[in-house]
């Protein structure tokens, strides 16, 4: 099992910046990379960002320029930099840890994290 817990929501301002840990624990040795999700009331949850363990990035085009996603393999831990947030930023945002293992795939989700964006 691997246990992803997100931190840093909260509200603010368009324009302004928030960053974003999502820390890893539990079976880690096996996690090839790690991502950032986000779900607006009543739509689908939305690929954000996401990182490989080798340091490839993988952006959604609205966040393109803005957002920064990295990661510290000593701290187990996925940063999202967000920059320039816009009100339809505003969303859950939720850490994935994505581990194979005897080749299977495995997907494992945070709580999620409230990120308000205010006008």
């Known amino acids: 099992q691997v246990q992803p817990v997100e931190a840093g929501g909260g509200l603010v301002q368009a324009g302004g910046a928030l960053r974003l840990p999502c820390a890893a624990s539990?079976?880690?040795?096996?996690?090839?990379?790690m991502g950032w999700y986000r779900q607006a009331p009543g739509k689908q949850r939305e690929l954000v960002a996401a990182i490989t363990t080798g340091g490839s990035t993988n952006y959604a085009d609205s966040v393109k320029g803005r957002f920064t996603i990295s990661r510290d393999a000593a701290k187990n831990t996925v940063y999202l930099q967000m920059a320039s947030l816009k009100p339809e930023d505003t969303a859950v945002y939720y850490c994935?840890?994505?581990?194979?293992?005897?080749?299977?795939?495995?997907?494992?989700w945070g709580q999620g994290t409230q990120v308000n964006v205010s006008s």
């Open positions: 994935k840890a994505h581990r194979v293992r005897l080749q299977l795939p495995y997907d494992y």
């Open positions: 539990g079976s880690i040795v096996s996690i090839n990379a």
